[in-house]
């Protein structure tokens, strides 16, 4: 009984800890046409996974940070590029750019989380 108990315990304090280690931007999240992508940690950063439609299992790019901002690659699949990127968090809304020149110009979306 105290054996199952102290099991129970340390369990619940594993969960607590990874839920509470892992970053804004991990999660599914909902593109405003309604495809799904995925951001999950690979590798000391966080890539995204489509999830839905036409380039589904495709990645759309990975990106480092933490926190509310991170910064990397983005793949806009249906043009064959791939682009400087960045991303914020703020609530659950994930604004998702990519970018020439430099940064420059950007053009990003609104996803919501899942």
Known sequence: MIRSIALSLVAGIAFTGTAAAAEPIVGTWKRPNGTLIRYAASGGQFCGTVLTGEYKNQSIGC???SG????GKVNKLDEGKTY???ATVNGNT????GCVM???ICKSEDLKRQ
Do not use: F
Not at 94 to 97: M, R, Y
């Open 63 to 65: 990106m480092k940070g």
């Open 94 to 97: 994930l604004s998702l750019a």
């Open 84 to 86: 400087k990127g960045k």
């Open 68 to 71: 509310a901002s991170y910064e």
């Open 102 to 104: 430099g940064g420059l």
